[in-house]
């Protein structure tokens, strides 16, 4: 078994470059809104008819009151009311929408909606203006109203978990698919009973985000533990590694940045129709889809989002890469929320990347989620403070001593056992293996140096070209943190 990680490990240093761009991102958050004053309380779950699995964002309909509700993370719904309420109707992008009977208000009601397939009829691209046109319009219109990038000022806690693991444990499909082909592999059954214990990898982190408008950022790495390493490494690259929100003007996704649907009434190259519309109290929500049109796919996304008509904001986004690849596929989702009853925030982000090397390996899926905890928005923020957009980090020493205590705060439920046995093992493997000393080197060769000992020698100093001397050799070199955290000294 020890083996088998090893050699993991291995392959996760050889993809070191591809992981550069990778945005790490598992773990479901749930919220529920309860008013204790009113009379009737009903809770349900809505879920597909065939997998069981939970819909996310699934619209709830009360026809005889004319309100509604959004199911949460996790398919779950509340509903509170001075009235009682008979029936409801629910609806989700790609499903029938179905009528189903409330259960008294002290069991739950799951709902079990079927698919159905969504073709769109040439009568949709015909239409002189498309409806779904002028709700985009407005999204855009009101883009600096709810954009954090331009509100003043504001500060968070950034909570992020990321796991490594693989679908046949985690996805009930893939798992019934992986059991049927397992034949008599015992290698495969002796790693589907370690991924039931364990994770492949394991990282959490918290993150204080400070910002000015325009374009100051100022963020502190506050907790940092990621299974077989020390060195904060990887959290600073996960922090570069994907837009804020949804309304940068190019949103980057994983492995590049891609054209955001929402700017510059972008019509000629997306196909925007309405889905669904549901209401929530006197808001109405809209379920728009996305999708390039042809010829315009190259740095396109796909996916729906549910846009709020009390400020034309986005509350929820599902979207992904629009090109396909044998190797991986990759979806993230964005929920919004609004601060103050005046900002629209994102407060939660979670991602699903999957990985396929071929038939013979079982799929590695990496799950991220990140939680934006007390924000603060408009508050005082000088301008001393913003120095430099690098993250600022500590010693990993500092990080081991405190990083338990911060992330058991941060966390929503206590860490669990399979997190902890993975936390475990890599430490085991840690004093077998110099992990720490394969980061050094990797984090040095990104940064364009190499690392001798004491010493990083510098790469782009040793070949310059310019106008005059033509070609201009040299050496750079400059301490590192083998000698001490505290400061650097070089030259070239």
């Given at each position: ?85 008979d ?8 499903y ?111 993150i ?36 804020f ?27 925007f ?57 990759f ?17 939660y ?38 120095v ?20 058991a ?24 293996a110099?992990?720490d ?56």
């Amino acid at each position: 078994m020890y083996n088998l990680f090893f050699v993991l490990l291995q392959i996760i240093f050889n993809l070191n470059c591809f992981l550069k761009k990778l945005f790490y991102i598992s773990l479901f958050l749930c919220v529920s809104l309860a008013v204790t004053a009113q009379s009737y309380y009903y809770t349900g779950y809505v879920l597909d008819a065939k997998t069981k699995e939970p819909l996310q964002y699934a619209n709830v309909w009360v026809p005889a009151l004319q309100t509604g509700t959004v199911c949460g993370e996790n398919g779950k719904f509340t509903l509170v009311s001075k009235h009682e309420i008979d029936s409801i109707r629910v609806s989700y992008m790609g499903y029938k929408s179905m009528f189903f009977r409330l259960q008294t208000n002290k069991k739950p009601t799951y709902c079990y909606i079927e698919k159905q397939d969504l073709k769109l009829n040439e009568i949709r691209i015909r239409l002189d203006e498309n409806p779904a046109h002028r709700i985009v319009r407005l999204v855009n219109k009101h883009i600096k109203n709810n954009n954090p990038y331009y509100y003043p000022t504001y500060r968070l806690k950034q909570y992020s978990k990321t796991l490594f693991s693989s679908e046949i444990v985690n996805d009930s499909i893939a798992r019934i698919v992986f059991l049927d082909s397992l034949g008599d592999n015992e290698s495969k059954k002796e790693l589907y009973e370690t991924l039931q214990k364990q994770h492949f990898f394991l990282s959490e982190s918290v993150i204080e985000r400070n910002y000015k408008h325009p374009n100051k950022n100022n963020d502190i790495l506050l907790a940092s533990k990621i299974s077989g390493f020390k060195d904060p490494f990887f959290q600073v690259i996960a922090n570069q590694m994907q837009s804020f929100s949804f309304y940068d003007k190019n949103y980057t996704l994983l492995v590049g940045s891609f054209k955001n649907p929402i700017y510059d009434n972008r019509f000629t190259e997306y196909f925007f129709w309405i889905e669904d519309t549901s209401y929530v109290g006197k808001d109405t929500l809209f379920t728009i889809s996305f999708s390039p049109r042809k010829g315009k796919e190259d740095n396109a996304i796909t996916g729906y989002m549910i846009v709020d008509s009390e400020d034309w904001a986005i509350q929820n986004m599902v979207a992904s890469p629009y090109f396909e690849t044998p190797i991986f596929t990759f979806v993230i989702e964005q929920r919004y929320e609004k601060i103050d009853k005046k900002y629209w925030f994102p407060v939660y982000t979670f991602s699903k990347l999957n990985f396929q090397f071929g038939n013979n390996f079982i799929p590695i899926t990496s799950y991220t989620s990140i939680q934006n905890k007390a924000i603060q928005v408009g508050i005082p923020q000088r301008n001393i403070q913003f120095v430099s957009d690098e993250i600022y980090t500590e010693s990993a020493a500092t990080y081991e001593k405190k990083s338990d205590s911060i992330l058991a705060i941060y966390r929503d439920d206590p860490i669990s056992k399979k997190d902890i046995h993975t936390y475990e093992f890599w430490d085991t493997i840690e004093k077998d293996a110099d992990i720490d000393k394969g980061l050094f080197i990797i984090k040095t060769l990104l940064a364009g140096e190499i690392a001798l000992k004491w010493i990083n020698l510098k790469l782009e100093p040793m070949l310059k070209v310019s106008g005059q001397e033509v070609v201009r050799l040299g050496v750079g070199l400059e301490t590192n943190d083998r000698l001490t955290e505290y400061f650097r000294m070089g030259g070239f």
